[in-house]
């Protein structure tokens, strides 16, 4: 290599692949899956639909969707380690770690070994995407000292995830609402969980180190952890009238706020705007519209004072939170609907893998440096 590579830090408009699974058009505000438009798949399909649409890359007929649904939900079980892990790990772990953990310990159960031939690693993808939420359900009922709930097989992927941490079946319109945020959550290009996947995998590693490395990637808070943080801030500020303080106060300390801002949007994130809506009609139909009139309100004041809009994490919040979901599920949702779209990444890459492999600008010293002895190093 002749000339110096340019420095980009935290590789911000550096291309590192290809993909033709989600185009997040930046500037646009503009989110397409395999050239459909969210705002259509949120409206038209479910998202066992969108999550065919990723592995398959292609949208099912009525029989390819009940044959892919029957699979998906045929993998709704764990192994009796797994099992005896949740309910022993500490009631006070945070889920993202039982996921964590949990999903790496599925990978000691694939009796396929390191067989990565593409038809099992299409099944271990769709296994991978049905026991996330069994994974989240169970933790969430084995910290409250309750039974685990049998599996059923006749509840959506969404209706299934309610069923399995309230212990009773959902109605249609929270399972609509769960469903219509797994869409938007689904895949969104090379996020930083996406990015981790695909370089735990294309070291030729293995599925479940992909997902791993995804999920405990996705916990941060700049990522999927932002939308627990926004629930936080807001019982932080407790009421409308205290908003603009608490903005100014984290302006002029440069504090981040939680669901404001996104790397690679610049205009309104395209997934908010249906997110709010559900959100608006949640908190309306409950009597209590305080945080969602925090929220517009922040948001008001960020569009002002920084040009900065509201991305996912923003609503996606409210909206878990008006469904009764506990805060600290919020991340572990993100992570059951974003496996759709990692695995279907991991699938890609492997189709055509290369190592990732970037440099680093050095600022160390650039000449050797004597060694003292340890003795009389100071
Ligand atoms: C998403 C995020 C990490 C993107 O970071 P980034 O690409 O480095 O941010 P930008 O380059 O757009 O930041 C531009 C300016 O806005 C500020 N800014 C960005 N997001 C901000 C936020 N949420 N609150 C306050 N200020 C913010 C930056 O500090 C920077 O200010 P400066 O020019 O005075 O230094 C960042 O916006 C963030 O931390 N948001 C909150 C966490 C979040 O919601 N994450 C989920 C993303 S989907």
New binding site residues.
Partial sequence: MSEKPEYSK?L?GVIANESCLSDVMGQEGILRYLGYNIQDLVEKCSFEEVLYLLHRRKLPTQSQLETFTKALRAHRHLPQGVIDFIQSAPKDAAPMDVLRTGVSMLGLYDTRGEDQNREINEDRAIAICATTPLIVAHFHRARQGLDLMPVRDDLSEAGHFLYLINGAAPGAEATRTLDAAYILHADHGMNASTFSARVTVATLSDMYSAITSAIGTLKG???GG?NE?VIHMLQEIGSLDKVDAYVED??AK??????????VYRVLDPRAPYLRKMAAKLTEELGESKWLDMSERIAEL?RER?G?NA???FYSATVYYSLGIPTDLFTPIFAISRAAGWTAQVLEQLDDNRLYRPLTLYTGPTEDQPITPIAERG
């Fill in positions: 935290g911000a808070p700049l990522h932002a943080g984290c302006l440069k504090k981040k706020i939680m669901g404001i801002g996104h790397r960020m920084k900065l991305n996912v994490d």
